[in-house]
């Protein structure tokens, strides 16, 4: 069991990802097909997704702030600049 900062930050680290992931489902989704298998599955993964986040970073310091946004936009710089083409989701 990792010592209580080291926990504390993992925890920062699944919220984070799953704010990136929700997001992410959430820009995706209206571009599937009602008829993909997938679909279903990223609805379920979001809204997962979302009651982490909401758990996780429901401080009013956190959610009043541009952080969690702050860090998107990190992460989509990032990606433009070393993306490789991936195949498309189905």
Same mark, same amino acid.
């Given at each position: ?47 997962? %997704? ?27 710089? %990032? ?12």
């Amino acid at each position: 069991m990792p010592n209580p900062k080291r926990e504390a930050q993992i925890c920062h680290k699944i919220a984070a990802l799953s704010y990136l992931i929700a997001e992410a489902l959430d820009e995706l989704n209206p571009e599937m097909s009602d008829k993909s298998s997938s679909k279903a599955h990223f609805q379920e993964t979001s809204a997962i %997704c979302e009651v982490i986040v909401n758990n996780l970073f429901g401080t009013p310091e956190i959610a009043s702030s541009v952080y969690l946004q702050e860090l998107s936009n990190k992460v989509d710089t %990032c990606i433009r600049k070393n993306h490789r083409v991936l195949p498309k989701l189905e």
